[in-house]
């Protein structure tokens, strides 16, 4: 299990300028919709952006803090 404040500061260490919005799918806080809006997504192809934000979240899910995760990214304007 994970709060969404260690979430998002898991996403914004590695995306500084990211806006997160999270959604609890099941209220166990293990299974997640994810939203990240960031102007480090422009150039990048919609596989990239996932990319980076499974990244950030490379730790909590290989220790199953974080189960599944529905993402969305959007790129935003600078």
């Known amino acids: 299990m994970i709060d969404n404040a260690s979430l998002t500061a898991l996403i914004r260490h590695d995306i500084p300028d990211a806006e997160v ?3 609890d799918r099941t209220g166990t806080m293990d299974h997640f919709n994810i939203t ?4 480090a997504f422009g150039d990048k192809t919609l596989i990239e952006q ?11 899910l290989k220790d199953g803090r974080v189960h599944a995760v529905e993402l969305t990214t959007v790129v935003s304007k600078s």
């Open 36 to 39: 990240v809006r960031s102007s």
């Open 21 to 23: 919005e999270i959604f």
């Open 50 to 60: 996932h990319q980076l934000v499974y990244g950030a979240l490379k730790g909590a």
